[in-house]
């Protein structure tokens, strides 16, 4: 059984009887519902009264409209229930107070002729109870979402709660909860109480308690809202009256403080010198902050407005140097070599000294990291007494960066270059433009094309920033920019700027670095200046060829900091007195196994083995070419990671010894039998037209199967006709072939006027044939019994030995070639040697 109290009504026929009749305003009475009522119609006083005499039992109907004051039977719904009196009490005033218990469903069947009340004939509608787990289901949903219902409804009572959970029956069940349902319109309960199923009315029910709970829930937090606001709201009301009170007791008030504020900035005004336009912008914005309200939002945006103008440095300057001496001192102390740079810092000082204007170009530092170029702008602004202020542009992708916010917008801003001068506090310093290259476009703007206006000298006097408003002059800022590559810099901003390349440090360089600045600098952070240390210069040059490969010195100096770490560690155990010796032997010992291994010629001769001559971003370096000659149908494979350019040109290396097969002795149809394989060994990406030469004597060497030279590089590009181009990187590929133990080295003759650049002891190691044809490179490459048999006397060649020009002609030597670079040190044996 599911429902403990069945009821067996249902069995028996429907009960019938007649009763006097209530019309109820508003209000539904329903079985087991205790109502109390208060009448005053006369017709339903006399109703009463009847019903007294009758047994007490009434029928309990409710009016279409609650204004209906005498309703027909039209105005009354036909289905009620009928109920007992429980008590009657008449009050003083003429109405009837009066207890009614709803007993049972019914139906009015006719009205029976009465003119002193209505007077009904009614029939009772019996309720349907089928016990079933659906039923039960919906009965237990029913009661759970009645307590929902409950705790979001306080005027319930809990006892409600408890009774309507002991309920088991479906149609008391449903009739108990919709009466103790108060916000449920007057049709939704009609509608409950004319259901003959009670499985209809509890699903009606759950609807309806559904819709309840739902407004119920937004009408919390509608009120938890307007709670907390108005706790907020007299929170800060409280808060502000004690302020107030505070303040009224220290001898002043708010509006006091203001209007010290306001005096302390027309102080400021009279004594601030600034631009015309910038003091009539300060005036006007003065006055319209007179007339605000000191805790209004729109007085503080003002008052930051007025501050950014007022500490700006319009005008103020620090006191320049024009001592070059001095400057040309500072630049050697601070840095090694570089010394074409120096050079045009120092003639741009000269002008500013002699013009007293710095109206310029801009100096941009182009090179790879950590060759100096952040360091060699804090060296010049050092050097003329300038301060120093750094803008980093890495990753700088909003143009407001550089321009600065409209005020318009909430936490507005001036733009980098107005909050960096604001910080430094001098209209002329240096500003370092730090990765300028490192830009990039989004939809915030182009910071870069913000930048054209700043780096123009002839347009700078009248920057506008857009949170200033206002023009300012910048022509008296020392700008400097720099950047890894020259690509990432748009054409109309480099066209603004005067490049100076800085390219990487060669070893000899390197190592004077080292001697001078970086060991000294790791000897005193690592606390070693009291301990006798030395760094053996072997030691170094082992360092730098072994553990490093790198433009820079970053690397450099990071290993020397390690070994100068294990010393210290060594220290603390021994003692400050033991004399310590870093020599080349003991480096594998504080730095482990070599990462590097140093290019270096072959053993011995070998056919379709050439050494060629690169630079990559780390400095110069061997770059062996090997051809080898198989039997095929004529295909010419090119491989070792090369990019497109350098494929091309081992294209045409290719075709112009099919052009000479005849001249080196060769079958005209030979390369229709054969496959040719170049390979470049090194897995690095390669690129450049520098290997033209290299690519042929590979190939000709392959054909002819006659060895080429080990102790003898090249480099060039070479025509369809032979002719030998020019290159780059003369200066690396120099140092590279003498670190490699090369003897003979050939490069384009149009290069000879690069050699001013390559150190004196370099140019005196080694021997340079310079050529202007590809079979003067032959000539001088390949071993053969007689080479000028096969590729005639040499032509327009020129030749250096020990650093003098040779002529073959009369051997007659020629002024050496003029250089400015010390005489570097020997190269360094491989670690353990």
Not at 60 to 79: E, H, M, S
Not at 745 to 752: A, D, S
Request: proline share 6%; hydrophobic share 40%; net charge neutral.
């Amino acid at each position: 059984m599911f429902f403990k109290n069945d009821s067996d009504r249902g069995k028996n026929a429907p009960e019938r009887g007649i009763v006097p009749l209530l019309p109820l305003r508003d209000i539904i009475v329903f079985p087991h519902m205790v109502s109390q009522l208060f009448v005053g119609r006369e017709r339903s006083i006399a109703a009463l009264d009847e019903a007294m005499n009758r047994g007490k039992e009434i029928f309990l109907a409710a009016q279409r409209n609650a204004k209906t004051n005498d309703p027909t039977p039209d105005d009354i719904f036909g289905v009620g229930s009928v109920g007992a009196i429980m008590q009657l009490l008449r009050l003083p005033d003429g109405t009837v107070k009066v207890l009614i218990e709803g007993k049972r469903r019914a139906r009015i069947r006719r009205y029976v002729q009465s003119d002193a009340y209505f007077l009904v004939e009614y029939d009772e509608i019996v309720e349907s109870s089928v016990a079933s787990v659906e039923v039960e289901a919906l009965m237990r949903s029913v009661q759970s979402t009645f307590e929902m219902y409950v705790k979001l409804n306080k005027k319930i009572q809990p006892e409600v709660l408890m009774a309507v959970q002991a309920i088991d029956e479906p149609s008391r069940l449903a009739d108990t909860i919709i009466a103790n349902l108060p916000t449920i319109k007057l049709t939704d309960r009609q509608a409950l109480l004319e259901m003959e199923e009670p499985q209809k009315r509890l699903e009606r029910l759950i609807e309806l308690m559904q819709a309840e709970i739902e407004i119920l829930q937004v009408e919390k937090k509608i009120r938890s809202r307007v709670k907390k606001q108005m706790e907020k709201t007299q929170k800060e009301y409280y808060l502000n009256e004690q302020m107030q009170a505070i303040q009224k007791e220290l001898g002043g008030g708010e509006r006091d403080e203001f209007k010290n504020e306001i005096q302390e900035i027309e102080e400021a005004l009279k004594t601030k010198r600034m631009s015309k336009e910038a003091a009539a912008k300060v005036k006007k914005e003065l006055k319209k902050l007179k007339m605000m309200h000191p805790t209004s939002a729109e007085a503080t945006v003002v008052r930051n407005y007025i501050d950014w103008i007022l500490e700006l440095p319009w005008y103020d300057k620090s006191e320049e140097r024009y001592d070059l001496v001095e400057a040309e001192k500072i630049l050697d102390e601070d840095h090694y070599g570089l010394k074409k740079i120096k050079e045009r810092i120092l003639e741009y000082l000269a002008v500013q000294a002699l013009t007293k204007k710095l109206k310029g170009p801009v100096l941009c530092f182009v090179g790879p990291p950590g060759v100096g170029k952040t360091s060699l702008a804090k060296s010049i602004a050092r050097a003329t007494g300038r301060k120093f202020v750094r803008l980093s542009l890495g990753g700088v992708r909003d143009e407001a960066e550089i321009r600065g916010h409209r005020r318009t917008y909430i936490g507005a801003l001036p733009g980098k270059l107005i909050q960096s001068l604001k910080k430094v506090g001098t209209n002329n310093p240096v500003f370092l433009l730090d990765e300028v290259d490192k830009m990039s476009t989004d939809f915030r703007g182009d910071p870069a094309a913000a930048l054209l206006e700043v780096l123009d000298p002839e347009q700078n006097h009248t920057f506008n920033d857009h949170y200033l408003d206002l023009d300012y002059d910048l022509s008296d800022v020392m700008f400097i920019t720099t950047a890894n590559t020259l690509s990432g810099i748009p054409v109309p901003l480099q066209d603004r700027m005067e490049v100076i390349q800085l390219s990487g440090y060669t070893e000899f360089e390197k190592l004077n670095i080292a001697v001078k600045y970086l060991v000294p600098r790791q000897r005193k952070e690592c606390g070693l200046e009291e301990v006798p240390l030395d760094f053996t210069e072997g030691a170094l040059r082992t360092i730098i060829h072994h553990y490093t490969k790198e433009s820079g010195v970053r690397s450099l100096e990071r290993e020397i900091a390690s070994v100068c770490r294990k010393v210290a560690r060594r220290v603390v155990a021994e003692g400050k007195e033991r004399p310590i010796e870093i020599v080349a032997k003991s480096i594998p010992k504080y730095l482990g196994v070599p990462k590097y291994r140093l290019g270096k010629r072959e053993e011995r001769d070998e056919v379709g083995l050439v050494n060629g001559l690169a630079v990559t971003n780390v400095g110069g370096d061997l770059l062996p070419a090997e051809a080898t000659v198989v039997p095929g149908k004529g295909k010419l494979v090119i491989t070792g990671l090369l990019e497109k350019g350098m494929e091309e040109s081992g294209h045409a290396a290719m075709s112009y010894v099919r052009s000479r097969l005849d001249r080196l002795g060769l079958e005209p149809d030979v390369y229709q039998k054969v496959d040719v394989h170049i390979h470049f060994p090194d897995f690095v990406r390669k690129d450049g037209p520098s290997a033209g030469v290299t690519m042929v004597t590979a190939l000709v060497s392959a054909l002819m199967k006659v060895p080429a030279r080990r102790d003898l590089a090249m480099t060039g590009e070479i025509t369809l006709r032979g002719r030998v181009l020019p290159i780059g990187g003369l200066k690396e590929k120099l140092l590279a072939a003498h670190r490699g133990g090369i003897a003979t080295v050939i490069l384009p003759k149009e290069n000879r006027k690069d050699l001013r650049d390559v150190p004196r002891r370099v140019l005196k190691s080694l021997r340079l044939v310079l050529v202007e044809h590809v079979d003067d490179v032959l000539r001088e490459a390949l071993v053969l019994p007689d080479p000028e048999a096969i590729f005639g006397p040499p032509k327009g060649t020129l030749e250096y030995r020990d650093g003098e020009l040779v002529t073959h002609e009369a051997q007659v030597k020629a002024p050496p070639v003029p250089t400015g670079e010390p005489t570097p040190a020997a190269p360094a044996a491989p670690p353990g040697a």
